[in-house]
């Protein structure tokens, strides 16, 4: 048998410890191994998506790890896009049984966003704006600010709310890092989502574009107030460091 034969054969049977064991080795060393490695996966896993986590009993949340584990193609080592690859796994390859709730890839999804906001770096092209550079500077979101929609408020979710349905209407968050660099949650209104949505997928955008976006969109809103509200929600998300200038 080949190297490669013997690597990938070692590769299965750590994943998956009903495959045949490798030829050379024996069932006690192989579990040594299998445990080290399942159990680093295992705890990224569970750092990552500690609300996730602590919905299921302990054999419940293994089984879960252990078939990321197994069938997930990961390839990278790294903490971050190991959740990341954990998301992908419940999104596209899991199928989901009774023990899981309605809810659950939105909060996969929402604790992966808080991660990522935790260890996004910051864009050396943004800036630090005030008030007075609203009508002249290029505006931009912070690279670490995430503008996000769910079905479900999943901010509260824990093991004592567990919603069965969504709610009424959608829920609009922006997840961002603060000044301090605490990772911070911010519950936004539909016309305040747009707008960081707006801003967010144009890059950057002058005030005066973004009046004219507003204008041109919410026809039934008379234009004096669309302007001033923009002014106002934009002046408070410069304060927040959600909303920068861009160089």
């Known amino acids: 048998m080949s190297f490669t034969a013997v690597q990938q054969s070692f590769i299965d049977h750590i994943r998956d410890p009903s495959m045949p064991i490798p030829l050379g080795t024996d069932t006690r060393r192989m579990k040594i191994y299998r445990e080290l490695f399942f159990n680093n996966i295992k705890g990224f896993v569970s750092n990552a998506f500690p609300v996730l986590c602590s919905l299921y009993e302990e054999q419940q949340w293994e089984a879960l790890v252990q078939q990321f584990f197994a069938n997930h193609d990961c390839k990278t080592p790294i903490f ?32 992966w966003l808080e991660l990522l906001v935790a260890t996004e770096r910051d864009n050396p092209l943004h800036y630090q704006i005030d008030e007075s550079d609203l009508d002249t500077a290029k505006l931009c979101v912070s690279a670490s600010a995430k503008v996000a929609q769910y079905c479900f408020d999943v901010q509260r979710i824990s093991p004592d709310y567990r919603p069965c349905s969504a709610s009424e209407q959608p829920n609009f968050f922006c997840i961002y890092r603060d000044k301090q660099d605490e990772v911070c949650f911010l519950q936004l209104n539909p016309l305040t989502a747009q707008v960081l949505a707006y801003i967010e997928q144009n890059r950057m955008v002058k005030f005066e574009q973004l009046s004219q976006w507003l204008i041109t969109t919410f026809t039934q809103i008379e234009s004096h107030v669309l302007i001033s509200g923009a002014r106002q929600l934009l002046v408070e998300m410069i304060g927040k460091g959600i909303v920068k200038g861009y160089r």
């Open 80 to 111: 971050i896009e190991i959740a990341g690859e954990f998301l992908v796994f419940l999104q596209h390859e899991y199928q989901p049984t009774e023990v899981d709730d309605a809810f659950m890839l939105e909060l996969a999804h929402y604790e």
